[in-house]
Each structure stands twice: as structure tokens, then as C-alpha cells.
């Protein structure tokens, strides 16, 4: 971190910043520069320690030279991040697959979109049992009975299963249940949820916020990993823009940029971020071009009937055409499928 001080600060002014960096336990460089007198910290302060110096009245403004995301970076760590979760390898050279229906509506109806994506060949099945509705008026999902059926599922089709969680007193009979946790777009700055879950030993797929910044997902995903816990799952799945034609805006940017701050696996959410089933199948072709590590797609037997997110579900049929198509584009950039 740098400190630049005023324009003319007097040789005592710069002497209580340098105390000060050293109160918080810090060794300091005095560079004398002219006009201006240029500090370096070394090591790495916080946000805190930032703020606590900048207020100092010499003191023009401190640059912070290291990443925010410490444990997340790939200044930490330089080789990628590649993990296990339920059987399945995440971030590997295979693109990995979850699909299934928004919500649990029931037995009969999950068991049938489970076997349904298992022919189609998901690695991973979905499923919401909490679901984070913006009506209270709308289906809330089926809870624990949600949860008895995905697991039911797992038995049927072999496939491991991932599920959201909404709230911090959930965290322990979901996690009883699921393979991977899934922490949604609307819950991303939970920091109470995000605490738990770092010290829970389940994978945790962590969704971007609809108005949050990269290094914002990326400190969320700070808040797991500082915690304990270092299966983490990053996915882009649109944000909030002025653009109303799509659900969401698809960050596909977003996918090398987070790779090259980050070891961790991206996956990509085209069903929430565009919100449209049509435009499901290109985006995921564009996804997986843009270097993500798996997709997560909505799929329902009927869309029609869905009790969430049916306009954007693709049917099992599609989603089979859609894996035969991704196969082209992941040979493409050296992945396999
Ligand atoms: C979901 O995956 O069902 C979901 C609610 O997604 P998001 O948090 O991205 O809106
Ligand atoms: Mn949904």
C-alpha cells in the first residue's frame, strides 16, 4: 500500500503518518519525492488501516496495491482450483453439467425432471427447496420435504445434488442433505450465511449478486475461504442493467476476468441471466468459449406447467441437443465434455 502525502506536508506531518503505520505493526518506506513525500507500507493492511490513514489531514490519498481478495487471488495462489463434490471434479479440463427444474414442486414431478436429465446427461441435478421468491404471494418451496425428494433422486440417478440455502438456520439440515450448497444472487452479501457456511464441509456454489461488482463477488467468496472452507464455486448468472429485453444482463466478460484474478472455478448461469430459454443454448455455447468451468441450466419436463421460472426452462430434449453442441465449443478451447 502507498501513501501519498499533501502537497507540502512538513517533516513532522510525515513522521506521525509513519508512527502511525507502524502503531498498526507495520515497517515503512520514506521515498522524499519531489514535490510530494511517497510512503510505502509493507505488507498487506486492510480496509480499516486504509481508511484510518487517509483521514490523517497531510495525507492525500493511499493506493492500495495488492488485491482486496486475498485468499481468492491468484497472487495466493497461482495454479487453479480443481476439487471434488459429490463424485464429480470441479474445474478440471471437463465441463461439468447441472441441470434440473427451479423448484421441487413434488415427487412425482422432480423424479421425472431428475430421470429426464440424468438420459440427457447432467453430472450434477438441481433443484430449489427454499426458494428466494420476490412475492410472498408466490410458491416458497417444499423445505425439508424439498430436500427428502432430491435425495430421493440422488438414490434413483446416481447424480449429486446441489440446492440453495436462504438463511443461516437452514444451514444444517440442508447441508445434511445436499452435495453442494448453493448460495443465491440475492444472498451473496449475507455475511452471516457465508460465515456459516465456511465452516461447513460441503462445497459451496456462490451465485454473483444482480448488482454486485466482480471484486464484491469475489470478497463474498473471500468470506467462505477465510472461514475454512475452500470448495468454492463462483457463478456468473447476470446482473441488473437498464436492458429489459432479458431477465438480466450475462456478464460473459466477467468469466476471464474472474479466471485471471482467481484460482477458483466459474461456472455460468444462462437461464437466470437472460431469463429467456431460447436464448439458453447460445449463451451456453458462449459461456463455455469464454473459458467457464460448467453450466447450471434450468430444465423442466413442462415448462409450461412450472411453478417457477418456466419461460426461461429449457425441455429435457433441448437440454440433450444443447450438451451434443457445447462438446464442438469445449473441444474448441481445449476442454473436454
Ligand atoms: C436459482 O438458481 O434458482 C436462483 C434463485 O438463482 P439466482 O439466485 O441466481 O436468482
Ligand atoms: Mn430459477
Known amino acids: 500500500m502507498i501513501v501519498v502525502m499533501d502537497f507540502g506536508a512538513s517533516e513532522e506531518e510525515i513522521g506521525e503518518v509513519e508512527e502511525r503505520i507502524k502503531s498498526f505493526g507495520y515497517d515503512v518506506h520514506h521515498f522524499n519525492g519531489e514535490p510530494r513525500a511517497v510512503l510505502g507500507i509493507i505488507g498487506s493492511p486492510g480496509e480499516d488501516t486504509r481508511d484510518a490513514l487517509e483521514v490523517m489531514p497531510s495525507v492525500e490519498r493511499v493506493i492500495p496495491v495488492s488485491l482486496p481478495f486475498i485468499l481468492a487471488s491468484r497472487e495466493f495462489k497461482k495454479d487453479k482450483t480443481i476439487f471434488e463434490a459429490g463424485g464429480v471434479e470441479i474445474g478440471g479440463e471437463k465441463i461439468v453439467l447441472i441441470a434440473g427444474p427451479c423448484a421441487v414442486e413434488g415427487k412425482e414431478p422432480f423424479l421425472r425432471a431428475a430421470e429426464a436429465v440424468k438420459k440427457g446427461g447432467a453430472d450434477i441435478l438441481r433443484g430449489g427447496a ?48 445436499v452435495d453442494i450448497i448453493q448460495v443465491g444472487a440475492r444472498n451473496m452479501q449475507n455475511f452471516t450465511l457465508l460465515k456459516e457456511l465456511g465452516q461447513v464441509d460441503k462445497p459451496v456454489l456462490i451465485k454473483r449478486g444482480m448488482a454486485a461488482t466482480i471484486e464484491e463477488w469475489l470478497m463474498a467468496a473471500e468470506y467462505l475461504l477465510s472461514n475454512g472452507n475452500h470448495r468454492v464455486i463462483l457463478c456468473e448468472r447476470g446482473i441488473r442493467t437498464f436492458e429489459t429485453y432479458t431477465r438480466n444482463t450475462l456478464d460473459i466478460s466477467a468469466v476471464p476476468i474472474v479466471k485471471d484474478l482467481s484460482h477458483l472455478p466459474v461456472f455460468v448461469d444462462p437461464s437466470h441471466g437472460t431469463g429467456k430459454w431460447k436464448c439458453v443454448p447460445s449463451m451456453s455455447l458462449a459461456a463455455v468459449a469464454a473459458g467457464a468451468d460448467g453450466l447450471l441450466i434450468e430444465v423442466h419436463p413442462s415448462p409450461k406447467e412450472a411453478l417457477c421460472d418456466g419461460l426461461q426452462s429449457l425441455v429435457p430434449e433441448k437440454f440433450s441437443q444443447l450438451k451434443a453442441s457445447i462438446r464442438g465449443v469445449a473441444q474448441a478451447v481445449g476442454r473436454i465434455l
Not at 416458497?140 to 433422486?153: D, N, T, V
Not at 440446492?163 to 443461516?168: L, S
Request: charged share 25%.
Open 130 to 177: 427454499y426458494k428466494p421468491r420476490t412475492s410472498p404471494y408466490s410458491f416458497q418451496g417444499l423445505e425439508e420435504e424439498g430436500l427428502k425428494i432430491m435425495a430421493e433422486a440422488r438414490e434413483i440417478t446416481g447424480l449429486p445434488i446441489i440446492t440453495e440455502v436462504t438463511d443461516q438456520h437452514s444451514v444444517e439440515i440442508v447441508a445434511r442433505y
